[in-house]
C-alpha cells in the first residue's frame, strides 16, 4: 500500500501531465478562432444572432475561466510539490491551504456554469433573457476582477472564500476541519511558529528536521490528494457544462431560429425501434448534434432505462451510429454527421 508521501507525488505528476496535454489551449485566441468562424456575423442585427453572441462570449469566458483556474491549481501543487521534496513544511502547508482555496473557487463557477442552462431556457421574456445572460456574465467578471482595493479601484469587490467553500462543501464535508487546521499552520499564531521551533516559548531547539512534522506532511498530503482529484471531476462536469452551452451557440446561429425557440426542449418523436444499426433510433426534431445527445439522455431516462456504458460503432451514409449498453440491453443510436 502507497504511503502518503509517494501517492501525492504520483497524484501530482499525472495532474500536471492533464495540464500539460492542454497547452494547445495557451495561445487562447487562437484556439477559440475556428469555433468563433462558425458564427454569423457579428454586426446582424438580427436578435437570434445577437443572442447567439452573447452566448459565445458567456461560453468562451467560462472556458476561459476554467483553463486560468486548471493553470492556477497546477503551477501550486508544482510549489507543494517542491517544498515536499525540499523537506520544507512551512511553504508545504501553505501552498496546501492555497490550493484548497484555488479549488473552492474552482467548484463554485462549476456550479454557476451548471445552472445557466437550465436558468436561460426559463426566460421567455427577451429582455429578461438578455438580463440573465448579463448576471451570469458578471458573476465571471467578478471571479477575475475581484480585487480588495481600499484606496479606491474600478474593479468590483472579489468573493469571500467563504462564498466558495460553501459550494465546495457538498464534495468536501470534512473541509471545514481540514481548512481550520491549515489556517492554523499558515496564520501568524502557534501553529505556524511550531513549524519551525519546537514548540515551547523561550525553549527548545529551532528548526527541527521535516520528520518531526509528519502528522502536519500527512494532513497537507491529504488535502493536495482530495483537491486535485476533485480539480479533475469540476474540470470534467465544467466541460459538459460547456458542450451544453455551445449546443445553445450552435441553435441560435441557426437559420429561422428565435429567441424564444433556442432554448425550447423539442420532442422525442423518433424513427426506428433501436434493435439494431438498420433501425437506430433517429429523432425527428434534433437541430444540432449536441441536441440529439441530450435527447438520447432524455429518452433513456423517459425509458426509465439506466445508461451502463456508450460506444461510437459505425460512421456510414452521413451517419454516427451509436450503441448504448442498458440495463435492458443494447440500444442503437444514429445523429447526422452535417446539420444545416
Known amino acids: 500500500m502507497q504511503n502518503s508521501n509517494e501517492l501525492v507525488v504520483e497524484v501530482i505528476d499525472s495532474f500536471l501531465e492533464q495540464q500539460t496535454d492542454l497547452t494547445f489551449l495557451n495561445n487562447f485566441d487562437e484556439a477559440m478562432r475556428a469555433r468563433e468562424q462558425r458564427l454569423p456575423a457579428r454586426e446582424s442585427d438580427s436578435p437570434t444572432t445577437q443572442l447567439a453572441w452573447r452566448l459565445y462570449d458567456l461560453y468562451k469566458n467560462h472556458f476561459f475561466m476554467m483553463r486560468v483556474q486548471s493553470l492556477k491549481l497546477a503551477e501550486i501543487a508544482r510549489g507543494i510539490l517542491w517544498a515536499f521534496q525540499a523537506g520544507n513544511p512551512t511553504v508545504h502547508i501553505s501552498l496546501a ?5 484555488h479549488l473552492s473557487a474552482f467548484s463554485f463557477q462549476v456550479e454557476e456554469l451548471s445552472k445557466i442552462s437550465d436558468n436561460l431556457s426559463r426566460q421567455n421574456d427577451p429582455g429578461k433573457l438578455i438580463g440573465a445572460i448579463h448576471k451570469h456574465h458578471s458573476i465571471l467578471e467578478r471571479m477575475y476582477y475581484g480585487q480588495d482595493m481600499h484606496g479606491g479601484s474600478n474593479h468590483p469587490k472579489p468573493f469571500h472564500v467563504n462564498n466558495f467553500r ?6 468536501y464535508p470534512e473541509q471545514n476541519a481540514v481548512y481550520a487546521m491549515l489556517c492554523d499552520y499558515v496564520h501568524p499564531n502557534f501553529g505556524s511558529n511550531s513549524l ?15 520528520s518531526v512534522f509528519r502528522a502536519q506532511i500527512e494532513l497537507a498530503n491529504a488535502c493536495t490528494i482530495k483537491c486535485l482529484a ?7 462536469e465544467g466541460s459538459t457544462q460547456l458542450i451544453r452551452l455551445d449546443n445553445f451557440v450552435e441553435i441560435a446561429s441557426r ?10 426542449k423539442k420532442g422525442l418523436s423518433h424513427l426506428g ?8 433510433i433517429q429523432f425527428a426534431k434534433a437541430r444540432t448534434h449536441g441536441e440529439a445527445v441530450e435527447m438520447i439522455g432524455r429518452y433513456l431516462k423517459q425509458e426509465k432505462l439506466r445508461l451502463i456504458d ?6 456510414a451514409d452521413g451517419f454516427l451510429f451509436e450503441v448504448c449498453q442498458t440495463n435492458e440491453g443494447p440500444l442503437w443510436f444514429k445523429t447526422k454527421l452535417q446539420w444545416p
Open 196 to 210: 519551525v521551533s519546537s514548540g515551547r516559548l523561550g525553549e527548545g531547539v529551532l528548526s527541527q528536521p521535516p
Open 97 to 101: 491551504r492555497s490550493l484548497f482555496e
Open 310 to 315: 456508450r460506444q461510437t460503432q459505425a460512421v
Open 273 to 280: 425501434d433501436g434493435k439494431s444499426q438498420e433501425t437506430a
Open 255 to 264: 437559420d429561422g431560429e428565435r429567441p424564444s425557440t433556442v432554448f425550447s
Open 230 to 236: 476533485l480539480a479533475t471531476g469540476f474540470a470534467l
Open 166 to 171: 460553501e459550494v465546495l462543501e457538498k464534495d
